[in-house]
T-cell receptor, first 116, second 110 residues
Framework: GAVVSQHPSRVICKSGTSVKIECRSL??????MFWYRQFPKKSLMLMAT?????????EQGVEKDKFLINHASLTLSTLTVTSAHPEDSSFYIC????????????FGSGTRLTVV | QKEVEQNSGPLSVPEGAIASLNCTYS??????FFWYRQYSGKSPELIMS????GDKEDGRFTAQLNKASQYVSLLIRDSQPSDSATYLC??????????FGSGTRLQVQP
């Protein structure tokens, strides 16, 4: 149980374009999902907490207008990187856990974004 | 002081040996502790969770928690080359999102 699907796994885009990443909980409902980014050989950095039906909570230093998060249903959260630039190239990973329980969170497979 | 600290390694052990990975955390209110394994280019995979002081065993893995010392460890018995990965310690400080250490890279030599 607790399967999280993330799509796409890899994307290359041109500078200035926008990219949407989807994160789905397949066998449970997730009122909260989390978005992380990870640079090579570095740990995971929490970007934002995605809340179903309400605005996302962004971590300090993360531009909310650049990283748009939408959590429109209990099983889907999306992260849109707007006007992407090469410095946005990174590994983006979402995670979630069944509501009401203190589980370790399951991670999606991650999205490798390369902006050229 | 970082919230969750780990030795970055690499920790190198021979095949069949015990690998010992350590983690300290700063928030005394933390209640949940997790170990994730991350292979290069992949996302983290949960391998152990521990919530109370003492040891918790699952197959070749044993997690140890000492809340008084704010210390969590992971022991891997009979280490295999396939265990070579980065091991991330994660702590839930009560605000839902996990806080991760920087990870310890483990290399198991055949």
């Amino acid at each position: 149980g607790a399967v999280v699907s993330q799509h796409p796994s890899r994307v290359i885009c041109k500078s200035g374009t926008s990219v949407k990443i989807e994160c789905r909980s397949l066998d449970f409902q997730a009122t909260t999902m989390f978005w992380y980014r990870q640079f090579p050989k570095k740990s995971l950095m929490l970007m934002a907490t995605s809340n179903e039906g309400s605005k996302a909570t962004y971590e300090q230093g993360v531009e909310k207008d650049k990283f748009l998060i939408n959590h429109a249903s209990l099983t889907l959260s999306t992260l849109t990187v707007t006007s992407a630039h090469p410095e946005d190239s990174s590994f983006y990973i979402c995670s979630a856990a069944p509501s009401g329980a203190d589980y370790g969170y399951t991670f999606g497979s991650g999205t490798r974004l390369t902006v050229v | 002081q970082k919230e969750v600290e780990q030795n970055s390694g690499p920790l190198s052990v021979p095949e069949g040996a015990i690998a010992s990975l350590n983690c300290t955390y700063s928030d005394r209110g933390s209640q949940s502790f997790f170990w994730y394994r991350q292979y290069s280019g992949k996302s983290p995979e949960l391998i152990m969770s521990i919530y109370s002081n003492g040891d918790k065993e699952d197959g070749r893995f044993t997690a140890q928690l000492n809340k008084a010392s704010q210390y969590v460890s992971l022991l891997i018995r009979d280490s295999q080359p396939s265990d070579s990965a980065t091991y991330l310690c994660a702590v839930n400080p009560g605000r839902r999102a996990l806080t991760f250490g920087s990870g310890t890279r483990l290399q198991v030599q055949p």
